[in-house]
């Protein structure tokens, strides 16, 4: 359905207001991100919202907001290296354009969500990185006149929704092509939580290249981390009778997760256990052993999304729904050829 305005459509503010049983300053309230609306009336503006498209315009020969030079970075948590990297591409990005990043976590705070803490304040736009915005939420940032750009959104975006990402199913297709070109046959992988895009990705490609090679991977050798158990998901894998060869863990924060696990078993990576994982964050260089991975641009993937944004804000008639950067595997002492336990208790490589 096309957008629909309040300058010259079939949709105003006043009819947003009507099906909503509310009043205009209350819609007004709801696209303001103030917080003296109740949760139910503004979950109800925000439906409203997205089911007419409606888009606030400003009328020729009216005032334009204050630019004051800000873009937001809305994310899931700073914690960790790949939050850093994120910061520091769109940061490149914004001060190349002379702009500055403001940084907001994807929570409430106090009784004010995420998204009436942008709305309260001017924004040139605003980058979102691991975080799925509703449909009514959307809306709100669409008829606020807020552009926004998804980066490594957690679900399936819309087709119209534009995003930034890497090759995921392509990088897991290379770690398992490397697994397999070393000789394994052997297999478990560690995903991130289930419906996660990004690690769902990762997780096809690794077993598409699995299959074009007649091997396989047997869903009781797929956990998926992140809810809190790592250490007991992954440490059932290789207390297994028999136990993989050869992990893939769809980030390096769980490969580092199967290290500590095959540390406490008296597993040598590299030698007895093989892991790849995915990212190639700095720590992936300084582990011991070196961490096989696969290579995503982050910060760039953050530059990226920065720019495209900018370019929306430019001309929001352009369309930019998917931008993916490529990934690239990068060997280290992590991944080996399959050892053979032979009754003397010799390991020997096959």
């Not at 919202?49 to 937001?72: I, K």
Request: contains cysteine.
């Amino acid at each position: 359905m096309a957008p629909m305005t309040d300058e010259g459509g079939a949709v105003t503010l006043a009819d947003i207001a009507a099906r909503a049983g509310t009043t205009v300053p209350t819609v007004s309230k709801v696209l303001n991100g103030r917080s003296d609306v109740s949760a139910e009336m503004r979950d109800r503006v925000l439906r409203i919202l997205a089911e007419t498209g409606y888009r606030r315009t400003r009328r020729r020969g009216s005032a334009a907001p204050p630019d004051l030079h800000l873009v937001d970075l809305v994310i899931s948590g700073v914690e960790g290296s790949w939050a850093n990297l994120v910061l520091s591409g769109v940061e490149r990005a914004a001060s190349g354009a002379g702009l500055d990043v403001v940084v907001m976590l994807a929570r409430d705070v106090g009784p004010r969500s995420w998204l009436e803490r942008l709305l309260a304040r001017p924004s040139r736009g605003a980058v979102l990185a691991l975080v799925s915005p509703t449909a009514g939420e959307l809306a709100a940032l669409r008829a606020a006149g807020i552009p926004i750009v998804l980066l490594d959104p957690v679900a399936a975006p819309a087709a119209d929704v534009p995003s930034v990402g890497a090759s995921n199913w392509a990088g897991g297709h290379a770690a398992g092509r490397h697994l397999l070109e070393l000789g394994h046959r052997s297999f478990a992988v560690v995903a991130g939580p289930p419906g996660h895009l990004y690690s769902q990705a990762r997780l096809d490609g690794f077993r598409s290249a699995l299959a074009a090679d007649g091997a396989s991977l047997d869903a009781s050798r797929v956990v998926h981390a992140g809810g809190g158990a790592d250490d007991v998901a992954i440490g059932c894998l290789l207390d297994a009778a028999d136990p993989p060869t050869a992990v893939f863990a769809c980030t390096d924060p769980l490969a580092l997760a199967v290290y500590r696990a095959a540390a406490e078993r008296g597993i040598r990576i590299g030698r007895e256990l093989s892991v790849v994982g995915f990212d190639d964050l700095p720590e992936a260089a300084w582990t011991t052993p070196a961490l096989t991975t696969v290579r995503q641009p982050v910060a760039d993937m953050g530059a990226a999304a920065l720019r495209m944004l900018l370019r929306l804000r430019d001309d929001p008639e352009t369309t930019a729904p998917r931008e993916e950067l490529a990934t690239e595997l990068v060997v280290r002492e992590s991944a080996a050829a399959p050892l053979d336990v032979h009754a003397e208790g010799d390991l020997l490589p096959r």
